[in-house]
């Protein structure tokens, strides 16, 4: 299963989206930078992948990819 989110904001400069997923890296005056480092983790831990693509000043679009439960199922039947 696939889910993108987009939006149409200022976007993330190539450098920034290097950093995006880095534990405490935040670009806010208040945050503690671990909301994008959890969500790849929780989504990993499910055989899943966050990616990222963004344009600076046009916008960002994040993808989620987890496999799909048939799948999984397949995988465990296999092995």
Same mark, same amino acid.
């Given at each position: 299963?696939?889910?993108?989110?987009?939006?149409?904001? *200022?976007?993330?400069?190539?450098?920034?989206?290097?950093?995006? $997923?880095?534990? $405490?890296?935040?670009?806010?005056?208040?945050?503690?930078?671990?909301?994008?480092?959890?969500?790849?983790?929780? =989504?990993?831990?499910?055989?899943?992948?966050?990616? *990222?693509?963004?344009?600076?000043?046009?916008?960002?679009? $994040?993808?989620?990819? =987890?496999?799909?439960?048939?799948? =999984?199922?397949?995988?465990?039947?296999?092995?």
């Amino acid at each position: 299963m696939r889910i993108a989110v987009a939006d149409t904001g *200022v976007g993330i400069s190539l450098e920034q989206q290097e950093r995006i $997923f880095t534990a $405490f890296h935040t670009t806010k005056p208040e945050g503690t930078g671990l909301g994008l480092t959890v969500a790849r983790d929780l =989504v990993a831990a499910h055989g899943g992948t966050i990616e *990222v693509q963004s344009t600076p000043g046009k916008g960002t679009t $994040f993808t989620v990819t =987890v496999p799909s439960e048939k799948s =999984v199922l397949l995988a465990e039947a296999k092995s």
